[in-house]
């Protein structure tokens, strides 16, 4: 027995490194013997090829990469990718040598990561290959899908970061040659799709597979999305037709047909095998294990006393429930703006109903999901098991006003707007809270997470891809069905979508937006769509609340993105510094066409084929100490290879363009 629990150590032990994949050493062969000739060494060496990402549960969420939130003590994690001046040098963690957050991840400089996982895949494939294996033929079969699946995610995750990247299938040894090159872009989507189809080939179905282990839907599942994302313009761009190492030969109709029939697969086991459904509830995708629209998910412990990034920082996406102030993503006003109100308008649209006084009033059932706002009423569970449920009070409050004056002042109605209003310091707080992911019957700690579940894969995705695949050749019909099918939730019935041409591409992006908000989909989306130099040049805006009190009458001030209004001319904010006083500050990019000019605070929207210039002046602008930038020049569509993996390689792997080079 007690040489079982050595073993089983030495598995886990084997992806615990965080060396480089050019510095890797073969394992000693009397612990692989024993490991891959046991069903139960061998699966425990696969479940730890499982954390081959982290879950975004953690600091430094990339949603706050994008124009989702902001992660105000996200200096080294995600501060600087946000504001555009990205390089080689500090995507690498403090402990190579670079300035990147060691434990703040982002889990979007996974190069070195990544290639440590794939390399004990390799070790696995390769060693069931030549060797064979004494473990009974059902656990190896599964076992060799799981990793081959487990080998295309990666290298999936690779290329939608990176572009082009070196394949890799054997564990190299001590006299193995390092100069490695980066792969084709199609060839590496070539490469993750054959894997992926001998692993659909051995693995179970989804009736015959453990909760959270791999099975058939799951590779279908990677599949559509793969598809999805070589079919876009990023990598199937008409003005770069030949293809090579940063996107793939254009090819409009075979891409997307491709895409459509990946999507077409799984949607299928939903709609004609009924293997899955669409939850009833919007939050049963984070609050039900049992929910019938996830198709894979990691599912999370109750408590964790363990020391480690991901599972004690788990909870700091719970901005409604922080500890110390400490708090990891507050919505943007870009990101509100996107929840249409309830008879689908957007709120800048004529008949939106749309009211000044309660900006945050009859929106999509979905904000309420995703964002707490001031006022509406959370719930929250104390460590002896009591529920409550109160009003969220974020706001500033002035003129000696008490916070039991105002819920009683507040108890029928909210306050009505007035222009007097007291100019304060900005402070660091967003004026917005997540709520997405946050379950208020559960108690949560600095050790205890409400988290049941992470849901990597689930069917409103797969009913979005398949929309758009079905949009990009032509059949609206079908894309207006799939996203109605989404808005037609039982809890969130928003009205069906009937646009068509353009407009419908518009609500289809929107629609992602909203349904998928807060779980990483749009900093990748913005990217393979090349809308990110639009979206992610939107100011990092935050909202104030101030609650102030004039003899006896009580008054809210919403500082909120507007409807621009020339008569204002700019002048009537209630920021205390004009806006034209904030300007872009880059250390080391001081040639940035940008540098010390003025943000721009009003930002032309289009929609439905309308513009709309939406007015960022009342909110607070200067709360990141340095503004949100997306290059002129691109180069932040792709991650950029760290120094130290290009020195590895005797400068044999080419950088992604705009970055500096191999030098």
């Given at each position: 027995?007690k ?46 090829l ?52 060691n ?5 979007l ?12 895949m390799?070790y696995f494939?390769?060693?069931?290959e ?14 060799t ?8 995610w ?88 030949e ?14 047909q ?20 669409l ?43 922080y ?33 000044a ?32 449920e ?49 379950i ?21 995705e ?23 099918k ?10 069906d ?21 807060a ?33 006896t009458?009580?008054?809210t ?43 721009e ?14 007015d ?17 020049s ?20 080419v ?9």
């Amino acid at each position: 027995m007690k040489k079982i629990y050595i073993l089983l150590a030495v598995a886990f032990a084997f992806v615990s490194c965080h060396d480089g994949f050019l510095d890797k050493k073969p394992l000693d062969k009397l612990n692989e013997d024993a490991v891959f000739n046991s069903d139960a060494l061998a699966e425990a060496y696969v479940n730890a090829l499982y954390t081959v990402l982290p879950d975004p549960y953690q600091e430094g969420n990339v949603g706050c990469i994008s124009d989702e939130g902001y992660f105000r003590y996200g200096g080294t994690s995600t501060r600087y990718i946000a504001s555009g001046y990205m390089d080689p040098d500090n995507v690498m963690y403090i402990k190579e040598g670079g300035q990147a957050h060691n434990t703040r991840t982002t889990i979007l400089n996974i190069w070195n990561r990544t290639y440590e996982w794939i390399y004990r895949m390799n070790y696995f494939l390769t060693y069931i290959e030549e060797k064979g294996s004494a473990m009974t033929e059902d656990a190896k079969n599964r076992l060799t899908g799981e990793v081959l699946f487990l080998r295309a995610w990666s290298y999936f995750l690779l290329i939608q970061r990176y572009a082009g990247v070196p394949i890799i299938t054997k564990p190299h040894a001590l006299d193995s040659d390092f100069t490695v090159t980066r792969a084709k872009f199609d060839d590496c989507v070539d490469f993750i799709l054959k894997d992926l189809d001998d692993a659909y080939a051995l693995l179970p179905e989804k009736d015959k597979t453990a909760k959270g282990r791999i099975n058939k839907d799951v590779v279908l599942a990677l599949k559509s999305r793969l598809t999805l994302v070589a079919a876009s313009l990023q990598f199937n761009d008409p003005t770069k037709p030949e293809g090579g190492i940063f996107n793939g030969e254009y090819d409009h109709d075979g891409k997307w047909q491709r895409a459509l029939d990946a999507a077409q697969a799984i949607v299928d086991r939903a709609d004609i095998d009924g293997a899955y459904a669409l939850d009833d509830t919007y939050d049963g995708i984070w609050k039900d294990v049992n929910s019938p629209e996830i198709i894979w998910a990691k599912y999370f412990v109750a408590t964790s006393d363990a020391d480690d990034n991901y599972t004690k920082k788990a909870q700091l996406l719970y901005t409604v429930e922080y500890y110390n102030g400490w708090e990891a993503f507050h919505p943007t006003q870009a990101a509100q703006i996107d929840f249409e109100m309830k008879n689908g308008k957007k709120w800048f649209e004529d008949g939106s109903g749309y009211d000044a006084t309660h900006p945050y009033k009859d929106r999509d059932p979905r904000f309420y999901y995703c964002i707490a706002a001031p006022f509406y009423p959370y719930g929250s569970t104390t460590k002896d098991g009591t529920y409550k449920e109160e009003p969220l009070l974020l706001y500033y409050q002035y003129d000696d006003m008490t916070k039991d004056d105002f819920l009683v002042a507040n108890k029928e109605e909210e306050p009505g707007y007035t222009s007097k209003a007291k100019n304060t310091a900005s402070g660091n707080h967003g004026g917005l809270e997540l709520y997405k992911w946050y379950i208020p019957t559960s108690y949560i700690s600095e050790s205890q997470t409400g988290s049941l579940l992470y849901p990597w894969f689930r069917l409103a995705e797969m009913y979005l891809n398949l929309a758009e695949a079905a949009l990009e050749m032509g059949d609206e019909t079908t894309c207006r069905t799939y996203i109605n099918k989404i808005r037609q939730r039982p809890d969130v019935m928003m009205p069906d979508v009937t646009e068509t041409g353009e407009n419908l591409r518009d609500r289809l992006i929107n629609e992602r937006r909203v349904e998928l908000y807060a779980e990483t989909f749009r900093y990748f989306d913005l990217r393979r769509w090349k809308l990110a130099d639009f979206y992610e040049n939107v100011p990092l805006a935050s909202a104030k609340t101030m609650v102030l009190k004039n003899g006896t009458q009580m008054d809210t001030i919403y500082r909120v993105a507007r409807l621009y209004d020339e008569s204002k001319n700019n002048t009537n904010y209630y920021w205390p510094n004009t806006p034209a006083a904030a300007t872009y500050h880059y250390s080391g990019y001081t040639t940035d066409p940008r540098y010390d000019k003025p943000i721009e605070y009003v930002i032309t929207y289009k929609w439905l084929g309308k513009e709309y210039k939406i007015d960022y002046g009342d909110c607070i602008l200067n709360q990141n100490p340095t503004p949100r930038y997306f290059p002129e020049s691109g180069r932040n569509y792709l991650m950029p290879i760290p120094r130290n993996e290009i020195t590895k390689s005797g400068k044999n792997l080419v950088q992604n363009p705009g970055y500096p080079g191999n030098n």
